[in-house]
């Protein structure tokens, strides 16, 4: 069996790295904050993949629950993940002068300790003819960060700078890179004409779509040479230097 972990994996981005996974092959731990129910285009990919899985309930800023999860997802299954992606994130909208102490620490525990603290019990876990892959779900705003949703934003660069150092430190047991997508599914703040601008100021005029993501998490989970690298998947966002966060860019921003 080979058995993935999704945190944050019912719904969104997650839920399409979750449905992509489960067709190719892959028995799935489904991680959710308070419930792990899938969306119901999600169970119905699940379904007809014929594929194994079970949700997990777990709060990931809760320091004993996410001590605990691995071993929940091993005993479980009766083997532990060998794919665990790092889906799940907070967002908070903050900024340099409004940022606090109790937000960049709440970012911090679900962004960066947790990635980390389950890469290293994934990669630990794994047997001895085996490797780990790990997959952390970045940002395309690593390559230029602004000062918008700054905690976050500081949350991911320090992620970005664990995948690289993990993939040193746990090699060859795991093989650790890193996914950072571009705006990706629009929340209601967007407006359908500012949606047209910001799609046109990328260099190839398309934002990207879930199911884009979950493509490059399959191909990094079967890339058996690579290790260490970030994968923009934002239509070259990450290649122009934006002043603000999309929300904030086009028509009225």
């Known amino acids: 069996m080979r058995l993935a972990l999704v945190t944050g994996g019912c719904h969104r981005v ?16 489904l991680h959710g904050r308070h419930a792990a129910e899938p969306d119901p285009s999600l169970l119905a990919r699940l379904e007809k993949a014929g594929c194994v899985w079970h949700g997990f309930a777990a709060d990931l800023a809760d320091k ?30 903050d900024d340099p002068a409004t940022m606090t102490h109790d937000a960049l620490v709440a970012h911090f525990a679900v962004n960066t300790a947790a990635p980390v603290l389950l890469a290293r019990e994934v990669a630990a876990r794994v047997g001895e003819d085996e490797t780990a892959v790990i997959v952390n779900i970045l940002d395309q705003r ?21 995948t690289e150092m993990l993939a040193r ?8 890179c890193g996914i950072a ?64 966060d999309f929300v904030y860019l086009g028509t009225g921003g």
């Open 64 to 93: 004993d629950e996410l001590a605990a999860l691995v071993g929940r997802v091993a005993k479980h299954f009766g083997v532990a993940p060998t794919l665990l992606v790092n889906n799940a994130s907070l967002f908070g909208n």
């Open 169 to 176: 430190a746990l090699a060859p047991r795991a093989r650790v």
């Open 14 to 29: 997650g839920a399409a790295i979750a449905g992509r996974l489960a067709e190719a092959g892959w028995a799935l731990a």
């Open 181 to 244: 997508p571009g705006l990706t599914l629009p929340t209601e703040d967007y407006r359908p004409a500012q949606m047209d601008e910001i799609r046109a100021a990328m260099p190839l005029q398309l934002l990207p779509d879930p199911e884009d993501v979950a493509d490059s998490v399959l191909y990094l989970a079967r890339a058996r040479a690579t290790t260490g690298q970030v994968i923009y998947v934002d239509g070259g966002a990450n290649l122009a230097a934006f002043k603000r």
């Open 142 to 162: 690593i390559r230029h960060p602004v000062g918008d949703q700054a905690s976050y934003t500081i949350s991911k660069l320090a992620l970005a700078g664990a």
